[in-house]
């Protein structure tokens, strides 16, 4: 199946600061991305959909100024999340939907995963 | 509105034993269902997914799944179950393949040896 790689797999930063996390389709190119959010022992909250070349679409009460969203190239999405405060620490996750969205061999593959730790 | 209902945060079988996690689904159109497998510290697998062409679903590592419309529900069922399957389970739903999921709050599967 398809790879999607995230970096990096840890961070651990000090409150205030920015955080970047990159999300990548290593061997196919994805026009869409997602990010979810996953707290500890919790399930996965979709955050945003991610559109290479346009505006992410956040969901409801996500805050898009602070969780920075850029699908610049059709492998790459980043998900900025600024001025990092304690209760953003969490389990980030992206996706990746392959060419063959809408298609019953259609899927999304996911990437590891990036825990964030703001202290 | 999509949902889905993962009856039971946790679930222990013994190993060799049947393994059977519930999930409820709530969907306005016919849903895409997905069974996703999570270990520690890690990202998600996908088990199997129903997208409509056959009611029971085969998977991955021996698990498989059965569309029932009238009970509006996904099982994932597994004849034996072996130490290495104990993780955690996510049921999901989505409007159309490639369209963003929605998951369910988990259970956590533990084999009692």
């Known amino acids: 199946g398809a790879v999607v790689s995230q970096h990096p797999s840890w961070v651990i930063c000090k409150s205030g600061t920015s955080v970047k996390i990159e999300c990548r389709s290593l061997?196919?190119?994805?026009?869409?991305m997602f990010w979810y959010r996953q707290f500890p022992k919790q399930s996965l909250m979709l955050m945003a959909t991610?559109?290479?070349?346009?505006?992410?679409?956040?969901e409801q009460g996500v805050e898009k100024d602070k969780f920075l969203i850029n699908h610049a190239s059709l492998t790459l999405s980043t998900l900025t999340v600024t001025s990092a405060h304690p209760e953003d620490s969490s389990f980030y996750i992206c996706?990746?939907?392959?060419?063959?969205?809408?298609?019953?061999?259609?899927?999304?593959?996911f990437g590891p995963g990036t825990r964030l730790t703001v202290l | 509105a999509q949902s889905v209902t993962q009856l039971g945060s946790h679930v222990s079988v013994s190993e060799g034993a049947l393994v059977l996690l519930r999930c409820n689904y709530s969907?306005?159109?016919?849903?895409?269902l997905f069974w996703y497998v999570q270990y520690p510290n890690q990202g998600l697998q996908l088990l199997l997914k129903?997208?409509?062409?056959?009611?029971l679903v085969k998977g991955i590592n021996g698990f498989e799944a059965e569309f029932k419309k009238s009970e509006t529900s996904f099982h994932l069922t597994k004849p034996s179950a072996h130490m290495s399957d104990a993780a955690e389970y996510f049921c999901a739903v989505s409007v159309g393949l490639g369209d963003k999921i929605i998951f369910g709050k988990g259970t956590r599967l533990h084999i009692l040896p």
């Open positions: 969907s306005s159109v016919p849903p895409y």
């Open positions: 061997d196919f190119q994805a026009t869409t």
């Open positions: 129903y997208t409509s062409a056959a009611t």
């Open positions: 991610s559109n290479e070349g346009s505006k992410a679409t956040y």
């Open positions: 996706s990746a939907r392959d060419p063959l969205a809408g298609h019953p061999g259609s899927e999304q593959f």
